[in-house]
């Protein structure tokens, strides 16, 4: 379309002349206006009409781009960039810019931080590749950081950009320009930068700057665009485009589809009018419900080219720097120059990013990566800018609606990580304040009343969740901690400030969300608690980065620590609400503070106090402590301290106790988010670690009184306390918070693997952590790294120390292994260490006992022996041996001894154990170390309380019943006395002795006395047990009798049969072996759980079956029949078997009325669901699918159950019949001769297509030999005997299954009077049974013997299915097809057939199936069935065999291509020269004659020929095996290398092929002349590519090679764009793994129509090519999809294992990936064996949540 109604002349664009122009301009310091000169006319002619995107770049290749390069090079542009490059000096940057999907490396022992990541070219190259590396998948938009030395601790260089031999630092690239040059590459730049920022900030859409304005009045041309935005869904756009523009849905998908890749789409062109129609139906439609309409804009045709130029401008930068390191710099510095207005071009482009549209934002971002982030000097002054224009441009990124990966906002990573500018800023631009008071700005308008902060769950405003990127860049500043010598003054007043910003932010959240015990109702409304969880997850690493900072200098530690406390006193509670009394017990007095929790408010958020708890942990390697004169602070006391933890502690014990269940799940949530492992680090251990602070500084007694008080536990520790009188479940909780408190005490003094806390490293720390989680059991390395803490690189280091306590054992079953404990490291295990949940707790409390039993060790669980303190933490020691403890343990010991206590509890005595044995393991470390100051030991045998005393009298004690607090007694009382020994205090050793044989003895008079009262137990039931079995079988013995399978006969294929007479079992012909009667089938119902005979005229029986179709088989995916296809023969099975129909059964056996009530319910069942609701189910009930009632497989249909085929044949004198192979060819082809009908055709005179009228038995018996005839007329004779017609039960499921078989093989409606359906029943049955015989031959089982029950039953039910389907067919339907057969073996000499069919398009086992099953009737006198026409494997199938394997054998011969052996000597071999002269004959007859520079060997085609014909025989020995049910031989049942003998011998055929055609007379001679005549073989032989159609055997099909490494298949895809978007990377491009084919999946651009369903790429795909079944990698997922028809889909594992055996879909933890082939051989056994429907089935049923995807947009 032109913009102009009269276009004016286009002045001739000759280039020479235009670049002399733009020179003078240049030297007049006019270039940019004579550049405008020419743009005003061509951008129009480029971009102005519409074109298609090739053209359009060529032409602006010629018109816009190429005469700007000649001008700026004055000469050929390839020459002189050339020249250019060749100056550069080799890059050390890689600075590859990443492409959506593209894999990035990071090396995790390497990397300054997770950010810094490598290319896979530079990460294959490196260092790093030996190290432990992370891998994942780009976002898009980062840079490789290969190079740069300060993303590296080590190894920055790959061997592609090695560091520079000499200092290049003081080089300036633009020297190295010709000056002539750098002056018209300044004047370029500069001229289209300012046309760039003019253009995509231009505002107005009808018109251009007056510079660019064409001349002459405009025409009315308009466009209606479309904006993108992050808030409307692609539905809402996608109908809101159907009705403003009137387009169709794909259209309105692909406009939808533009607008999101590129943020703008025009969608609709014309006249202003029609444009601004559209544009308000839009905003109308997409502002309802309160939303914000979408943005839309009229703009006219000229303003759009030339915006669409200006961003072609800036992609034509990217290349023009990329030329040369001087035009690189000399970009940077041009752009970092300030203009007229004060501000540089890189500052406006940094401004105006949220007013472009997405496209131009990307390409925007893309330049100043490859322009200015490449330049060290150029960046450090961008840095500078971001920094000073971060408030704005953050407050701009909050009110835009773009995502942060399109936003500038995104580069703060490119720049904050780099240490050295990060540290820059934080010194000189208060880099840390600047971001945190633009954050606590957005936090305003969060604030309640009090100053905190509350989120309200209804809010819809995405503000502040988009100013929490903010926190991910404090994260990032914060990353690279300065070491000592890089702190100066400035750099702790300026970080002190940022801190003390921070510490407003987390005073706004100290005792937000607080709540009150409910004590009458049940809270009514959940509160909202998620937010505040959101923002503490947030800035746990900031928090964790502050506290390590400060732990760095001691000046900056001092001041942050006065900064907390100062800010920590603000939030003190108010004298008036909080008050302090004095509280005493047994004689020890304290003042506490009076504050009940159970009654008053409770906040689980303390920040605040959680900073100062971690700034402690601190102190001591400064040389400083809590009572330092430089920390002293009057505002807060060490009681004022540890109350807020206190109370959150004490509030989640009285959890515990039931106390807040009123309170409803919203509390249950927050405290499990407070112990969790994602939060705890900043949250629980904090709280702990403060009250250790506390322990340290106030008096031991008062600390302990301070707890009881707030435990409410003060009358509990009285003496007084057991009198009865109080109310029973006020017992029970003051029991439970004991218990609590107890464990609480247990903690402080246990937990010393905190650094700064105890004597420990981290790496003690992640030890110890590891060592509890394997002491619940062993686990594997993904579950491990769940239970352990990340720190800010998201690192967990259990890789460091995991190998030291513990061993890693792959699974015997599988690539996965586990993680098991050493045993030297079970004695670090803590009963009640701090981080095991209660269920933890318990399960490794078991796990340990049972442990300890097995090992026959005692069942005590002791305290391990702990960790040193700090000095700062020290004095938390005095616990154990004040007297507020000693009265404790007294007072609990005394309770035990007690007859009766109502306040005692078996779990308090078993946790004061636990402490005294803590105290006596400190006594033990205090006398070796020779510290006097500790002496618990001598006030716990004081005679005023003597511990030990009281213990000793526990033992035997009544009391305890469990073992292992008895034990733990003895154990405690045993570390006594070897303490006093260590003392030297008088123990007599005989004391000791007494109380380990004391205690043992107790110990097995106790074992001995279980296990007597457990064998009479056992002996007691066993008798019952006995006596009731008797009765029951006594009471039904007939159920006994007989009860082995569902189908007792015919469970198995092993052959148990006896034949008559011995000697190797031959299945056909005149000397068939006779097998004995056959032994009754018997089937169960699974349903009525009755148990009936299988006959023909009783009750019918049917077994579930799901019916499928395939291609699995196909030897050319090229070509899929459609269901409209009625030119299709189904009659001959194709010989590439393109597709099949599979049946398959779970070997259930049901009555078929019982199963017609079972299905009838589940049909009406579902019809009562809402619709809705219908398709959220592992069965489609519109497809007639089911579950199997017992097994639950998915079923479509139930395959009859028949008796044995000789049993329903009466006997008959057919085997006396004495027929030769050429009288019996004779009688067919004279047969097929004499009943041709030619029809009328108007094609060439030697085309003919027949039609048959079959000829009576006498008509042909007269033109034969009167011996010949009446050989032939016995051969053929019919019984008729109505006696054993079917019964019509059977009869009606053998025409339904055949019914189904038909309607799901071909995808269409049922139809019985279909000509297609016997063909389908056959077909199916030839398909299944070549499936199963290639399962057998890939997975190396023998032929017999070694199928499934399930397989066995369902190919029996098949065959005889095949068999028997005649006698439901028409007789002369069954003799046209019969007919149609024979004719395609027996054509007509010198005429062509119609179809074009030769002999190599059939495949012949299907053929011979079909000739087996219809030849009976072919010379049958009435139309009635008669089980006479059943096959029976006489001599009449005998020959039929024959035929067929001749012709199959003439089929390898035009095929084969043997591969030459050289001439090797071979000793003579008869048969070998005998089937080279057939070869020869053969090939020459269908003039393949050629010679070969190495001919064929006889004994190479002899081989050949064996090898390839196996299939065929192996399938014939299957299908006759279950016909004539002879055994098969013994050498077919078991796994043989040569089976091409004992084949022959079961089934009666010379060994020596070459007989088939020597000595069979000259009938068969004549029928191979014409096969090979055939003028179709020729042009069928060979394909476009030069390759045969189909050789034998045929190749077993595989799913696709992929690739050992991961990262090779991430990195091949990244490269793959979306087919029908214009180049646009794929999100989720989706690899089928049977042809290799890439999809761009779940996307609306590749969604297509399949039968007027919507489908995504992979299930169309799955239509093509898998016949409705596919099996996809999700690349970048790493995730497997497996589909089946359009609704039903599941995903499973990936066939790629890190180094421990596991999996990791979405790559969540980046470990190293490679290909297990078991795995991968599983997934292909799952396809080949058709079992991926149900697999579908079973995870649809067991995982409900994969019911609610739409799996065909997948």
């Known amino acids: 379309m032109m913009a102009l109604k009269s276009n004016a002349p286009t002045r001739a664009f000759i280039q020479q002349v235009l670049v002399k122009e733009w020179l003078d301009s240049c030297h007049k310091g006019e270039l940019l206006a004579a550049l405008k000169q020419h743009w005003k006319c061509y951008v129009l002619v480029v971009l102005g009409h519409g074109y298609d995107p090739a053209k359009e770049d060529r032409l602006a290749e010629k018109f816009l781009f190429r005469p700007m390069e000649f001008f700026l090079c004055n000469g050929d542009p390839e020459v002189k960039f050339k020249e250019l490059k060749e100056k550069d000096c080799p890059s050390q940057f890689c600075g590859k810019v990443f492409k959506y999907g593209e894999p990035t490396y990071s090396c995790r022992d390497c990397a300054n931080d997770p950010t810094c990541v490598l290319c896979i070219d530079c990460f294959q190259k490196s260092d790093h590749k030996k190290h432990r590396y992370k891998m994942s998948t780009s976002g898009g938009g980062g840079y490789c950081d290969c190079g740069d030395s300060e993303a590296w601790k080590t190894a920055p260089f790959c061997s592609n950009h090695q560091a520079k031999q000499h200092d290049t630092s003081q080089e300036n690239p633009m020297e190295r320009l010709p000056d002539e040059l750098t002056d018209r590459a300044s004047a370029l730049l500069m001229a289209v930068l300012r046309y760039t920022m003019e253009m995509l900030t231009w505002e107005q859409c009808d018109n251009l700057p007056p510079d660019l304005q064409p001349e002459g009045e405009l025409e009315d041309s308009y466009i209606t665009m479309l904006f993108n935005d992050e808030v409307h869904t692609y539905e809402q756009v996608i109908v809101a485009l159907q009705r403003a523009v009137d387009c169709t849905q794909k259209e309105a998908v692909e406009f939808a589809t533009t607008v999101d890749r590129e943020g703008r789409s025009n969608v609709r062109s014309g006249n202003f009018s029609s444009c601004e129609k559209a544009r308000n139906i839009i905003e109308h439609n997409t502002s309802r419900h309160g939303n914000k309409p979408l943005k839309v804009q009229v703009m006219h045709t000229i303003v759009v080219a030339h915006q669409a130029f200006a961003l072609k401008i800036i992609q034509w930068l990217q290349t023009i720097i990329g030329k040369s390191d001087g035009l690189r710099h000399l970009f940077c510095v041009l752009s970092m120059q300030p203009q007229e207005d004060g501000q540089s071009i890189m500052e406006k482009l940094l401004l105006i990013d949220t007013q472009l549209w997405k496209v131009a934002r990307v390409n925007n971002h893309q330049l100043i990566m490859a322009g200015v982030l490449m330049d060290l000097e150029c960046k450090k002054q961008f840095a500078i800018l971001f920094t000073k224009h971060y408030p704005t441009l953050v407050r701009d990124f909050i009110r835009d609606d773009h995502y942060r990966s399109v936003s500038i906002t995104s580069l703060s990573v490119q720049i904050f990580t780099v240490p050295t500018l990060a540290r820059m800023l934080v010194t000189e631009y208060n880099l840390l304040d600047v971001i945190m008071q633009s954050f606590l700005k957005c936090c305003e308008e969060k604030k309640n009343n009090e100053g905190k902060l509350a989120f309200d769950r209804g809010d819809r405003n995405q503000a502040f969740k988009r100013a929490c990127y903010m926190l991910y860049d404090m994260k990032y500043a914060l990353t690279c901690k300065p070491s000592d010598h890089e702190w100066t003054d400035k750099l702790r007043e300026n970080f002190l400030k940022g801190l003390r910003s921070f510490l407003s932010l987390l005073k706004m959240m100290q005792g937000m969300d607080a709540v009150i015990r409910q004590t009458g109702t049940h809270l009514e409304y959940e509160p909202e608690w998620e937010g505040a969880f959101n923002l503490q997850l947030k800035q746990d690493d900031i928090i964790a980065e502050f506290i390590n900072w400060c732990g760095q200098d001691k000046l900056t530690l001092i001041g942050a620590y006065k900064i907390t406390m100062d800010i920590l006193s603000q939030c003190k509670d108010k004298p008036a609400t909080v008050k302090r009394e004095y509280k005493s017990v047994a004689g020890f007095k304290a003042k506490c503070v009076r504050y009940d929790v159970s009654g008053q408010h409770v906040s689980i958020h303390l920040p605040l106090t959680r900073f100062m708890a971690g700034l402690c942990l601190h102190l001591e390697k400064h040389g400083l402590n809590f009572n330092s004169p430089e920390l002293a602070m009057d505002s807060l006391t060490p009681v004022d301290l540890i109350e807020p933890p206190l109370r959150v502690l004490v509030m989640i014990a009285q959890t515990q106790a039931n106390m807040w269940r009123r309170n409803g799940y919203g509390l249950l949530n927050q405290i499990f988010f407070y112990h969790n492992v994602k939060c705890r680090r900043e949250m629980y251990d904090k709280d702990i670690v403060m009250l250790q602070v506390g322990a340290s500084v106030i008096d031991s ?10 435990f409410g536990l003060l009358a509990w520790a009285s003496l007084e306390y057991d009198v009865p009188g109080s109310q029973e479940d006020m017992i029970k909780q003051t029991v439970t918070l004991a218990e609590e408190f107890l464990n609480l005490l247990i903690i402080i003094i246990g937990e010393r693997y905190v650094e700064g806390v105890g004597d420990v490293t981290s790496a003690d720390t992640v030890q110890r952590e590891i060592i509890h989680q394997l002491c619940i059991s062993p686990m594997a390395h993904s579950e491990l790294s769940k239970a352990l803490p990340e720190d800010s690189n998201h690192e967990t280091g259990i890789e460091q120390v995991i190998n030291l306590v513990s061993t890693f054992k792959k699974s015997a079953t599988n690539s996965s292994g586990r993680f098991e404990l050493k045993k030297d490291s079970y004695q670090e295990y803590n009963k009640y260490f701090y981080h095991y949940s209660r269920a933890e707790q318990s399960k490794s409390e078991e796990a340990q006992i049972e442990r300890k039993k097995h090992e026959n060790e005692g069942q005590a669980l002791p305290p391990p022996n702990p960790k040193k303190f700090k000095q700062n933490f020290q004095p938390i020691t005095n616990l154990l041996q004040c007297d507020m403890m000693l009265y404790l343990m007294h007072l609990l010991l005394q309770r035990t001894a007690a007859k009766r206590s109502r306040s005692w509890s078996e779990g308090q005595l078993d946790r004061i154990l636990h402490i005294i044995g803590l105290a006596l393991l400190e006594q033990r470390r205090a006398t070796n170390e020779g510290d006097h100051s500790f002496d618990f030991l001598s006030k716990a045998i004081n005679d005023d309380r003597n511990i030990m005393s009281i213990m000793e009298g526990l033992v035997g004690n009544a009391n305890l019943t469990h073992e292992s607090t008895k034990d733990l007694l003895t154990w405690t009382l045993k570390l006594f006395l070897e303490v006093r020994k260590l003392k030297n205090d008088p123990v007599s050793m005989d004391t000791l002795d007494q109380l380990s044989s004391s205690t043992n003895r107790n110990h097995d008079e106790t074992k001995k006395l279980k296990a007597k009262m457990a064998a009479k137990r056992r002996a007691k039931i066993m008798a019952q047990m006995s006596t009731m079995q008797k009765n029951f079988i006594k009471e039904n013995a007939e159920l006994f009798q007989s009860a082995d399978s569902e189908l007792s006969r015919t469970s198995s294929d092993m052959d148990i049969s006896e034949l008559q007479s ?38 019918a029986m049917v077994l579930a079956a799901f019916v499928q179709r395939s291609t699995v088989l196909s030897q050319c995916r090229r070509k899929f029949p459609s269901k409209d296809d009625d030119d299709h023969d189904y009659l001959f099975s194709p010989s590439d078997l393109t597709s099949g129909t599979y049946t398959s059964s779970c070997g259930h056996v049901m009555h078929f009325d019982c199963w017609q009530r079972f299905f009838d319910a589940v049909v009406m069942r579902e019809r009562r669901r809402p619709i809705r609701f219908r398709s959220n189910l592992s069965y489609n009930i519109e497809q007639n699918e089911f579950l199997c009632p017992l097994c639950e497989s998915i079923s479509n249909t139930v395959i009859p159950v028949v008796p044995s085929l000789p049993s329903l044949v009466p006997d008959s004198n057919k085997d006396d019949a004495n027929l030769t192979f050429n009288d019996w060819l004779d009688g067919l082809h004279k047969s097929v001769q004499s009943s041709r009908k030619e029809t009328d055709i108007k094609e060439a005179k030697d085309t003919v297509a027949y039609e048959f009228e079959p000829s009576p038995l006498n008509a042909i018996t007269k033109m034969m030999a009167e011996s010949v005839a009446s050989n032939f007329r016995l051969l053929w004779q019919s019984f008729q005997n109505d006696s054993t017609l079917f019964a019509q039960s059977l009869t009606d499921m053998v025409k339904k299954f055949g019914r189904d078989v038909y309607s799901f093989g071909l995808n269409v409606e049922p139809d019985d009077g279909n000509v297609r359906v016997p063909f389908m029943a056959w077909s199916t049955c030839v398909f299944t049974l070549q499936s199963i015989e290639q399962q057998l031959k890939v997975e190396e089982k023998p032929l017999f013997g070694a199928m499934s029950s399930r397989q066995s039953d369902c190919l029996s039910a098949l065959i005889k299915f095949a068999c028997i389907f005649n006698l439901v067919i028409p007789q002369n339907l069954i003799k046209q097809h019969c007919l149609r057969l024979l004719s395609a073996l027996m054509p007509e000499a010198n005429r062509t057939r119609k179809d074009g069919q030769s002999i190599l398009d059939i495949d012949m086992f299907g053929y011979l199936l079909t000739l087996t099953v219809t030849l009976p009737s072919l010379y049958t006198d009435c139309q009635a069935p008669s089980m006479g026409t059943l096959p029976t494997g006489g001599l009449g199938d005998h020959h039929a065999l024959k035929l067929v394997l001749t012709a199959h054998i003439v089929q390898i011969m035009l095929t084969c291509d043997i591969p030459s052996q050289g001439m090797m000597e071979i000793e003579a071999d008869n048969e070998g020269e005998a089937l080279l002269r ?71 055929l010379p060994p020596q092929l070459s007989t088939l055609f020597e000595s069979q007379g000259d009938i068969i001679t004549s029928l191979v002349q014409q ?30 090679t992929l690739p050992e490494d991961y990262s090779e298949l991430i990195n091949e895809v990244s490269s793959f764009t979306c087919p029908k978007s214009d180049g646009d990377e794929s999100r989720a491009p989706t690899m089928c793994l049977v042809c290799g084919k890439m999809l761009c999946s779940q996307s609306y651009c590749c969604q297509a129509d399949v039968d007027g369903t919507t489908c995504g790429a992979a299930t169309e795909h799955t239509v093509s090519c898998g016949a409705g079944i596919g099996i996809f990698l ?47 051989k599983a997934l292909e056994k799952l396809w080949f064996t058709h079992s991926i429907p149900q697999t579908i089935a079973h995870n649809l049923e067991s995982h409900s949540n994969l019911l609610t995807i739409d799996w065909q947009h997948l």
């Not at 070869?1479 to 064996?1506: C, D, H």
């Not at 005549?1573 to 390759?1587: F, L, P």
């Open 701 to 710: 007694n008062e600390f302990l009184i301070h707890l009881m008080n707030k």
């Open 1062 to 1099: 011995g000697g190797f079992p031959v299945a056909l012909g005149r000397n068939r072996s006779k097998v004995a009667s056959p032994v009754p089938c018997k089937g169960m119902c699974i349903l009525c759980q009755e148990e009936q005979e299988v006959k023909h005229s009783g009750r």
């Open 1478 to 1548: 057939i070869y020869t004959f053969i090939r020459k007859e269908a003039k393949m004659e050629g010679e070969s520079e190495n001919p064929v060997q006889p004994w190479q085609l002899s081989q050949y020929l064996r090898k390839a014909c196996l299939p065929f025989l192996r399938c014939a020995a299957l299908l006759y095996r279950q016909i004539t049910e002879v055994p098969a031989p013994r050498s077919l049942q078991e796994l043989n290398d040569d089976e091409f003998e004992p084949l022959c011998r079961y089934l009666a």
């Open 1571 to 1600: 096969w090979c005549h055939n003028d179709n073989i020729g042009s069928q032989m060979m394909t476009a590519s030069s390759e045969k159609i189909i050789s034998y055997p045929r190749r077993v099909n595989r799913l696709v």
């Open 1674 to 1720: 999700r690349v970048r997922e790493c995730q497997i999809l497996l589909l089946a028809g359009k609704s039903k889909g599941c995903f499973v594992p990936p066939p790629y294992l890190d180094v421990y055996g596991e999996t990791d879909q979405g790559l969540r933890r980046g470990n190293p990936l490679t290909l297990c082939q078991t795995s991968y």
